[in-house]
């Protein structure tokens, strides 16, 4: 099994920056795309930003020129920098994973999930 756990949320004033770390664990051969998603109440859950396994990124619209999404040389982990957050980033941010879990089976995990509050 594969577990995700994110850390890194709270409470930021609006242009203010915070971190997000996705740590992955458990017994795989690798993990291909890493990204982070992020649901708001009454929203439907959105990509926020990816990154493949050769560095290559990805980034929504709203976010991009603030966020910059990385991985670490191991490629187990990956980390969301926000910088000028506003509240309209105010939402549950999501570690999303593909693994490959064996040599010829892929399949996606999700974090449990961290709250990102944007208020003054």
């Known amino acids: 099994q594969v577990q995700l756990v994110e850390s890194g949320g709270g409470l930021v004033q609006p242009g203010g920056s915070l971190r997000l770390s996705c740590a992955a664990s458990?017994?795989?051969?690798?993990?291909?795309?890493m990204a982070w998603y992020r649901q708001a109440p009454g929203n439907q859950r959105e990509l926020v930003a990816s990154?493949?396994?050769?560095?290559?990124?990805n980034y929504a619209d709203s976010v991009k020129g603030r966020f910059t999404i990385s991985r670490d040389n191991a490629k187990t982990m990956v980390y969301l920098q926000m910088n000028n957050l506003n509240p309209e980033d105010t939402a549950v941010y999501y570690c999303?994973?593909?693994?490959?879990?064996?040599?010829?089976?892929?399949?996606?995990?999700w974090g449990q999930g961290t709250q990102v509050t944007v208020s003054s």
């Open positions: 458990g017994t795989f051969f690798n993990i291909d795309a």
């Open positions: 990154v493949l396994s050769g560095g290559t990124t």
């Open positions: 999303h994973a593909d693994v490959r879990v064996l040599r010829s089976l892929m399949r996606t995990f």
